[in-house]
């Protein structure tokens, strides 16, 4: 189990509140290796026919499942992504997760491709299995491409089980309905959350004392900031029903 708080914060507070935050933290190794201490996130998220996980998200159900295939920065057939199912259970979250080549899941896709095929080309394909049976039993399909760049960090104070990690996620657009084989590709996409960034902080067990007083400082209040639900509202493509008028006027204005 995983808790996650997020935060929409306005982009000129970016630079303020990131070194108001840096003391206490280290950054990323991944990402340390990257231009600027940044990668690109690219997540496509699958939904039913009729929208039930955004309907659930904007709803506030507790119980609730995202369906996503991530993967980074660019990438080719040989790049691993990942397939994942990420449950909320009121507070905190459960994720399962497998990853293989690109080129491996973009056949898995494919009518008539034999999951054990390429069994041995998957990591814990029971996570995979999981993955494919949500999306073939619920007749989920691709509905939005999420992109955006993280900086992320560890906490200083080593501590394994509690695993405390801050991001900062700027620059959110998206691709709607894009096929599973566009993965790495952004052409014409969608702004949105314009004039803010989302910054999540993410732990196992507790959240660190210190950080309370500096969200406090910058007037920042735990909200349900969605990626998914964000993009949708923003993508003129997208027609999801009834789209949540309050939930977007509240997260969508400056």
């Known amino acids: 189990m995983r808790f996650e708080f997020k935060y929409l914060v306005p982009t000129k507070s970016y630079t303020a509140l990131r070194s108001a935050l840096l003391p206490f933290l280290e950054m990323d190794s991944f990402a340390s290796k990257q231009p600027n201490g940044m990668y690109t996130v690219r997540s496509i998220y699958f939904d039913t026919p009729g929208f039930e996980m955004y309907h659930t998200k904007i709803d ?19 790049s691993p992504v990942f397939m994942e199912i990420k449950r909320k259970y009121e507070g905190p979250i459960l994720k399962n997760r497998s990853d293989a080549p690109y080129g491996v899941v973009r056949k898995l896709f494919k009518p008539g491709t034999t999951f054990d095929e390429y069994t041995q080309l998957i990591k814990n394909p029971d996570n995979a299995r999981r993955f494919f049976y949500q999306v073939l039993s619920r007749n989920l399909r691709p509905v939005v491409n999420v992109i955006y760049e993280r900086e992320p960090y560890l906490g200083k104070t080593a501590n394994l089980e509690n695993d405390f990690r801050v991001t900062f996620d700027l620059h959110l657009r998206s691709i709607g ?73 509240s997260r969508m204005e400056p």
């Open 60 to 78: 506030g159900i507790a119980h609730r499942m995202k369906v996503r295939l991530r993967g980074y920065n660019q990438g080719d057939d040989s």
């Open 177 to 249: 309905y894009p096929s599973v084989d566009r993965l790495y590709d952004e052409a014409g996409a969608t702004h949105a959350f314009p004039g803010f960034f989302i910054l999540e902080v993410k732990f196992n067990h507790f959240c660190p004392n210190w950080i309370k007083p500096i969200l406090e400082d910058f007037q920042m209040r735990k909200e349900p900031a969605s990626k998914y639900v964000g993009t949708i509202l923003s993508n003129p493509f997208i027609n999801p029903g009834r789209r949540g008028e309050a939930f977007a006027k």
